[in-house]
C-alpha cells in the first residue's frame, strides 16, 4: 500500500510529468491552430480546450484523440501543487520559486474559471441611441413579450437550448404552452413556393417563408441562423404555429385572449441597471492615408437611480469597467454611423492580473536573491584582487 | 460556459421597447430560391439614405451573412459539390471614394500588381452603360505564381454613394464563373425604378441543348478584346440601350403594337458549332432537335463582305406562334448571333429586311456597303 503511494507520489511531484504535459500543451495548441479552419476561433476553444477529451467523429463514431486542455491543465496543476507540497522548504532562498509558482498555479485557476464563468456580448449603438442591454454573439432566446401594458412589456426568455431538446415550457406568465414542433441550429430562410409543400407554421411569416436545415458553420466570418417552429398551445385549442428565426428582422404580432403580444427569435440579452448611450464613434486615420490610428465611443452613463450620469470614452485597450462588465471598442459599422462594443462579465478577470504579478514579483526575488548572493562572494575576491 | 448554456427560463418587466422601424415581420433580405420556377432571389440592400441598389443572384451562388462592411456577401460557385469558389462583396460608400484611379489601384495593390497611371486607367476598364447605371468594369490576374488570384471589380457610382461588386478567387474559378458574373451585373439595378423592377424577371434557364447554358447566353466579348462587326439598321427598327450582354439590341413594331426582338451578340469561340446552336434556337420554339445530317437542308448559308452567315429560319406552331430568324457568322475567334425573335407573322414579313440588314454586317473598320 504504502509503495502504492509512494509511486502515485512520484508521479504526480516529477519533472517527467511536467516537461510530457508541457509538451503536450504545445502539440494541443499546435494540432487546435490547424483545426481552427475548419471549426473557428470559438469552435476550436469547445472541442480542444475546454473538454478532458478530445473527440473526433470517425465514421459517425465518436473517438477519443488527445487529451484536452482541462485534462492538461488539471494535471499541471496537480503537478505543481503537489510538487510544491512535498518539497516545500520555508526558507527565504526559496520565497522568489514559491512566489513565481504560486502565480502559475493562479494564472491555470483563472483560465479555468474564465472557460467556466465569462460570457462575451456585443453592444451595437447608433449616434444618439440608448441601451441598456447587450446581446450574446452565440446564443439565442425565443421570447415572448406581452405588450398589452401602455408602459412596461412583460418578458418570458426561453434559452435556444430549451428548443433544441424540444421541451414543452408551461410558464407561469404565459396563457399557453410553447411546443417546439421542430428546431433547426443552422437554416436558411426561403420565400415559399405556391406549390409548396404544406407549412408547419399556420399563422404569421411563415405561410410566405420557409426555414430549411442546414449544416452548422463554424467559420468566423458566417454565423448561424437557428429557426424554429413553435406552437402555443393553450386549453382551449392552439393559437398557432409561428416560424421564428434570428433570420428575421422584427418579432411577429398577435393577439390572445385580449392581449397583445409579439413572438422572437433574438440574441440572447443581458439586461444591467444601467444604460449606454453613443454620443459620437471616432474613426481616426493617419493624415493624409486611410490607415486606421484609432477608435473610439464617447458614450453617456446612466443609471436608473441617477447614481452615475456622466460621459466615458472607450478607445482601443481602454476599456470600461462597470458594474462587473468589461467593456472593450471591438468594431464598428455603416460608414463609422454604428460603434460595436464587446462587453464581458468575467468575474475572475481580476485573476490574470493578480498572478502576472505574482509572477513578476517572485522573478525579481529570485534574480535578486542569486545577484546579493553573487555580490557576495564576489566581493572577498576583489579585496584579495587589491 | 456553463452559465452560458444554462436552460434557465427568465422572465422579467421592462420599460416599453420600441420595435425596428418595420410594421410587418420582413423576410430577411438574402436567401436562395431552390423552387424550379423561381430560381432566383432579389436582394434589396437599403442605404442610410434610402438609395438602393438591387440585383438577383443565380441560386447556386450562397449567401453569406453580410459582414460589417458588407451590404451583400455571396459564395460563388457550388460549394457543395466540393469546387473551389469564389467571393463576391457588394459594399458602398457615400461620395466617391477617392476616385476610379484610386480604387482600381487599390485593388491592383490586393493582387500584387503595380498601380496605373491615368492615362492607362482607360486600358482597363470596360465602362458599360445598363439600367441607368454606368459600371466601370475591370478584371485583373495577379498574385503570387503558384496560386493565381483573379478579381473582377465593378464600381458604380449612384446617388452620391460608390458601389463595388468585387468578384474574387482562384483565377479558374473565377474565369469559369465570369459569364454567370456578367450575367448577374445585368440584374443589378436601382430598387426604386419602376420601370426597371418591371422589365427585370427571373434570368431564364435555357432548354437543355448539351451545351453549357451560361456559355451560349451570357458570355460577353469586351469591346477592347479585339475587332467587333458594324452594322446599318433600318431606320424604322427602333435601337435599344445596349447592355453587358448584347452588343446590339432593336425593336421591331409591326401592327396592332405587336413588336419582335433582335439582339446581336458575340461570344469567344465556337460556342458550340452550328448543330448546337441551331438545336438550342430550334429548343427555344419547342421544336425537336436536328440530327447532324439534317443541318445542311435546314440552314441557308450567305456571304456578304467576306462573313459566312448560317441562317437559321424556324416557327413553333399553335394560336399564338413565334418565329426564330437566327444568323450565326464566325468573326476574329469569335462567333457573332443575330436573332430576330417575335410573333410568327411579324418575323416572316420582316424576314427579307432582316436578309437584306445582314448584307450591311461587316468589319467595323471595313467599307461602308
Not at chain 1, 483560465?111 to 447587450?134: I, V
Not at chain 1, 472593450?328 to 493578480?354: C, H, K, M
Not at chain 2, 396592332?256 to 433582335?262: E, S
Request: proline share 7%.
Amino acid at each position: 500500500m504504502k509503495s502504492l503511494f509512494r509511486h502515485v507520489r512520484n508521479f504526480f511531484v516529477s519533472l517527467q510529468l511536467t516537461v510530457a504535459l508541457l509538451v503536450l500543451g504545445m502539440l494541443l495548441i499546435f494540432a487546435a491552430t490547424l483545426d481552427q479552419t475548419n471549426l473557428g476561433i470559438w469552435g476550436i476553444q469547445q472541442k480542444w480546450f475546454r473538454t478532458f477529451v478530445v473527440m473526433q467523429e470517425v465514421r459517425g463514431v465518436p473517438l477519443p484523440l488527445f487529451p484536452g486542455g482541462y485534462l492538461l491543465g488539471g494535471l499541471l496543476l496537480i503537478n505543481l501543487i503537489s510538487a510544491h507540497v512535498y518539497r516545500f522548504q520555508l526558507s527565504w532562498r526559496k520565497a522568489g520559486i514559491f512566489l513565481t509558482h504560486s502565480g502559475l498555479i493562479l494564472l491555470l485557476i483563472g483560465e479555468l474559471l474564465s472557460g467556466l464563468w465569462q460570457e462575451d456580448y456585443h453592444m451595437r449603438l447608433t449616434a444618439g441611441e440608448t441601451r441598456n442591454y447587450a446581446e450574446s454573439a452565440r446564443f439565442n432566446e425565443l421570447v415572448l413579450t406581452d405588450i398589452t401594458d401602455a408602459k412596461f412589456d412583460d418578458v418570458v426568455a426561453i434559452p435556444e437550448d430549451v428548443l433544441a431538446q424540444h421541451e414543452t415550457v408551461q410558464h407561469p406568465k404565459l396563457p399557453f404552452r410553447v411546443v417546439t414542433k421542430a428546431y433547426f441550429p443552422n437554416s436558411l430562410l426561403q420565400r415559399r413556393a405556391t406549390d409548396a409543400p404544406p407549412s408547419l407554421a399556420t399563422t404569421g411569416v411563415g405561410l410566405g417563408v420557409v426555414a430549411a436545415p442546414q449544416p452548422l458553420t463554424y467559420k468566423q466570418a458566417e454565423a448561424n441562423t437557428p429557426s424554429a417552429y413553435i406552437e402555443l398551445a393553450a386549453t382551449d385549442g392552439s393559437a398557432g404555429t409561428f416560424l421564428v428565426s434570428s433570420g428575421l428582422v422584427a418579432p411577429q404580432h398577435f393577439d390572445y385572449n385580449g392581449h397583445q403580444w409579439k413572438i422572437d427569435l433574438r440574441p440572447r440579452r443581458l439586461y444591467r441597471p444601467f444604460s449606454l448611450t453613443l454620443l459620437k464613434f471616432s474613426h481616426d486615420r493617419y493624415a493624409g492615408t486611410e490607415i486606421p490610428k484609432n477608435f473610439s465611443s464617447r458614450l453617456h452613463l446612466t443609471t436608473a437611480g441617477g447614481q452615475d450620469d456622466r460621459d466615458v470614452l472607450i478607445y482601443m485597450n481602454n476599456p470600461l469597467r462597470y458594474a462587473g462588465l468589461t467593456i472593450y471598442q471591438a468594431g464598428f459599422e455603416n460608414n463609422d454611423r454604428i460603434t460595436i462594443l464587446q462587453v464581458v462579465r468575467n468575474p475572475s478577470w481580476i485573476l490574470p492580473y493578480v498572478s502576472c504579478a505574482l509572477m513578476a514579483a517572485g522573478l525579481i526575488v529570485q534574480f535578486g536573491l542569486h545577484l546579493f548572493g553573487f555580490l557576495k562572494k564576489r566581493h572577498p575576491a576583489v579585496l584579495a584582487s587589491a | 460556459m456553463a452559465a452560458c448554456r444554462d436552460t434557465k427560463i427568465s422572465s422579467y418587466r421592462i420599460p416599453k421597447e420600441k420595435d425596428l422601424s418595420l410594421a410587418e415581420p420582413a423576410v430577411p433580405p438574402v436567401g436562395a430560391m431552390p423552387s424550379s420556377s423561381e430560381n432566383r432571389t432579389v436582394a434589396t440592400v437599403p442605404q442610410a439614405d434610402g438609395a438602393d441598389l438591387i440585383w438577383t443572384v443565380p441560386w447556386l451562388w450562397k449567401a453569406k451573412p453580410p459582414s460589417a462592411m458588407r451590404k451583400g456577401s455571396y459564395t460563388v460557385g457550388d460549394a457543395d459539390a466540393g469546387e473551389a469558389v469564389g467571393d463576391l462583396s457588394i459594399t458602398a460608400f457615400p461620395g466617391d471614394v477617392g476616385g476610379e484611379r484610386a480604387n482600381v489601384n487599390r485593388w491592383r495593390g490586393q493582387l500584387q500588381l503595380e498601380p496605373l497611371a491615368e492615362a492607362e486607367l482607360s486600358r482597363v476598364i470596360t465602362r458599360v452603360t445598363q439600367n441607368g447605371l454606368n459600371l466601370s468594369i475591370v478584371d485583373f490576374v495577379g498574385g503570387p505564381a503558384s496560386h493565381g488570384q483573379r478579381m473582377i471589380g465593378v464600381i458604380v457610382p449612384f446617388k452620391g454613394a460608390t458601389w463595388f461588386f468585387k468578384f474574387t478567387g482562384p483565377e479558374a474559378v473565377v474565369a469559369k464563373a465570369k459569364p454567370a458574373f456578367i450575367a448577374f451585373l445585368e440584374t443589378v439595378k436601382p430598387a426604386s425604378d419602376p420601370v426597371a423592377n418591371a422589365s427585370v424577371s427571373a434570368l431564364p434557364i435555357p432548354a437543355d441543348t448539351g451545351i453549357s447554358p451560361i456559355a451560349m447566353t451570357n458570355t460577353v466579348v469586351p469591346p477592347e478584346a479585339g475587332p467587333g462587326l458594324a452594322w446599318t439598321a433600318p431606320t424604322r427598327w427602333q435601337s435599344k440601350p445596349g447592355s453587358v450582354m448584347r452588343k446590339g439590341s432593336y425593336i421591331v413594331a409591326g401592327e396592332g403594337g405587336v413588336t419582335a426582338d433582335l439582339s446581336i451578340t458575340a461570344f469567344p469561340g465556337a460556342v458550340g458549332g452550328e448543330l448546337a446552336n441551331t438545336n438550342r434556337w430550334r429548343g427555344q420554339l419547342g421544336l425537336p432537335p436536328l440530327a447532324e445530317s439534317e443541318l445542311e437542308a435546314a440552314v441557308t448559308r450567305l456571304n456578304a463582305n467576306d462573313l459566312a452567315f448560317t441562317l437559321v429560319d424556324g416557327a413553333s406552331t399553335g394560336a399564338d406562334a413565334k418565329r426564330i430568324l437566327g444568323a450565326m457568322v464566325p468573326y476574329q475567334g469569335a462567333m457573332w448571333f443575330f436573332k430576330l425573335t417575335g410573333p410568327d407573322a411579324l418575323v416572316a414579313r420582316e424576314k427579307p429586311v432582316f436578309v437584306e440588314f445582314l448584307q450591311t454586317v461587316r468589319p467595323s473598320a471595313g467599307p461602308r456597303p
